[in-house]
């Protein structure tokens, strides 16, 4: 991690707490996150992951903390100081989120290359011939056949819908990428090749991206570094190697000794 | 004429002028007012039941009645036609509750309710042109929120738009919305023109006269003010284009006006005819004759 010690970071999220209610969602946590870095957040359902992974891509407003992102001139800017069209522009262009459910992600009701050319017009592209280009050309890069172009995401098995949304969001080239459990739901042959996927792409376009799962093995492959949260706090944090194999906090260590071993 | 000062004083006992009280009257100004004020957004209003059922232009009825007055002349089109069943209830109603004289001729009205059509005759600077709006929200095709929605239109979001586009050439090969065919407003707003045939969307770019937008189920006003940049979205390798007709009118020998398919008889016969019945009549009546005819 050389590299740290030159770039700045491109994001810095900084004692973000978000509370529902008197519920807490997730409290005080800190990480900066560096260009190319690839962050994984672990941990069981309930402890704040989704709630973080919402609050850090200003989807959701946090009650207390300080979320700053390095913008594409090189300063840094206040997320919560954004007004909602900056917001907006942001989450098209410079980012990207996938669901954990791609319908949520996908427009269903429209065919492959219109959904990943529509940030494309978005951004205001208007030439239909230069669009259907560039989706083809994405449809291509995560493995959809090229016949498939003018297929409803409806008629796609699980998994290519899942790689229609990676290449959806990837197509305005975005720096950073917000994951929601992106593989759950799909088999683990199916798994394992959307993250050999995944992997090849965050490497081939030097995308910085923030992962949330449950799986640690997910965590294992994609991440350079891991967060394990526990009841909304943060209770260990490292490179992911050292988390996994050496495990600190009692939690982290029921977690990794839970995995099931074939 | 005994017939009409009859009807009169019966409405005078029944309804208030044009059957909506002053107070609704004045509601439905004011928002009529700001969509002048901002063409092409749309103005939420307080709908009102009309006598008739939504989807029969409730929201143009109720539009022209809140700028109707009494020295008005009212024309009402149904697909252009003046003699379709629509238009002769909504005219009949108007007859009934206001008193106002009516007419077919489009240069001799001031106010003009019409579904789906801009007549065929240019329109003159002081007229109305009333539209009857079913889906007033170009967006909703992708987008089923409401909120979201309004949120797009606040912050001139309208990708989306083109990816409706880009589907119909995905796959029929070329754009093929032929009606409600989305625009863009004064270089802002995108609006849809209401159920009419894109055809007419080029007659809506800065058009002499006041152009209305009632949807009385959606409680929608909007509207385009003489002389407003109206433009229809395209690409720029398919560009906008408008449909073209095989023949000219069967009737009266127009070229240049958009016509109605109709069935003749049960051997597969057909004809095409203008849609605008008062401009094939007066085409007529001034000696032009189509193949029909000749």
């Known amino acids: 991690m050389t590299m740290q010690d030159n770039d700045p970071p491109l994001m810095r999220v900084s004692k973000l707490s978000h509370m529902y209610g008197d519920r807490i969602g997730c409290r005080d946590v800190s990480f900066d996150l560096y260009p190319g870095e690839v962050l994984a957040v672990v941990g069981e359902s309930g402890s704040g992951k989704t709630t973080l992974l919402n609050c850090v891509s200003a989807r959701l407003q946090s009650s207390a903390g300080t979320i700053s992102y390095r913008m594409r001139d090189g300063r840094m800017q206040d997320l919560n100081a954004l007004s909602e069209a900056e917001r907006r522009f942001l989450m098209r262009t410079d980012w990207g989120f996938v669901h954990q459910n791609p319908a949520d992600g996908l427009r269903m009701n429209v065919s492959a290359g219109a959904n990943v050319g529509e940030r494309l017009m978005a951004v205001g592209q208007r030439h239909y011939g230069r669009i259907r280009e560039t989706a083809d050309d994405w449809l291509g890069r995560v493995e959809i056949g090229h016949d498939r172009i003018d297929d409803r995401p409806g008629t796609f098995s699980g998994g290519m819908r899942q790689r229609l949304q990676i290449a959806r969001n990837l197509v305005t080239g975005p720096r950073l990428v917000f994951m929601d459990e992106p593989t759950g739901g799909l088999d683990v042959s199916v798994q394992a090749r959307l993250l050999d996927l995944l992997r090849g792409l965050v490497d081939d376009l030097g995308l910085s991206a923030i992962v949330v799962t449950h799986d640690l093995a997910v965590a294992r492959l994609l991440s350079q570094r891991m967060m394990v949260m526990k009841d909304g706090q943060v209770i260990e944090t490292g490179l992911t190697d050292r988390v996994l194999d050496d495990p600190q906090a009692p939690y982290t260590q029921l977690l990794v000794s839970s995995i099931l071993q074939v | ?294």
């Open chain 2, 1 to 294: 004429m005994t017939h009409l000062d009859a009807g009169r004083e019966e409405v005078i006992a029944t309804y208030n002028f044009a059957y909506l009280d002053e107070q609704t009257k004045r509601m439905i100004r004011r928002a009529i007012l700001k969509g002048i004020a901002v063409p092409g957004y749309q103005v939420p209003f307080a709908s009102r039941e009309m006598p008739m059922p939504y989807g029969w232009g409730t929201g143009g009825v109720q539009v022209t009645a809140a700028i109707i007055g009494p020295d008005d002349r009212l024309k009402v089109i149904d697909q252009g036609a003046d003699d379709t069943t629509n238009a002769i209830s909504i005219r009949k109603f108007f007859e009934r509750t206001t008193g106002v004289e009516t007419t077919t001729v489009t240069a001799q009205a001031s106010i003009i309710q019409t579904r789906h059509r801009i007549p065929e005759t240019p329109l003159a600077p002081g007229q109305v042109l009333v539209f009857q709006v079913p889906i007033p929200e170009p967006l909703r095709f992708l987008e089923p929120r409401e909120t979201e929605t309004r949120t797009m239109h606040a912050l001139e979001e309208y990708g989306v738009m083109h990816v409706k586009l880009y589907e119909d050439i995905a796959r029929h090969g070329h754009i093929a919305t032929t009606y409600a065919y989305p625009v863009k407003v004064e270089g802002r707003y995108v609006t849809d023109p209401s159920p009419t045939p894109k055809f007419d969307n080029p007659k809506m770019h800065r058009n002499p006269a006041l152009q209305l937008f009632g949807a009385g189920r959606e409680m929608r006003i909007y509207a385009i003010p003489p002389w407003t940049e109206v433009v229809s979205l395209d690409f720029e390798d398919h560009p906008f284009e408008v449909q073209a007709f095989e023949r000219p009118c069967a009737l009266c020998g127009a070229a240049d006006v958009f016509l109605d398919e109709v069935i003749t008889d049960d051997r597969g016969g057909r004809m095409f005819v203008c849609s605008d019945t008062d401009h094939c009549n007066t085409r007529q009546d001034q000696g032009h004759v189509g193949e029909q005819q000749g």
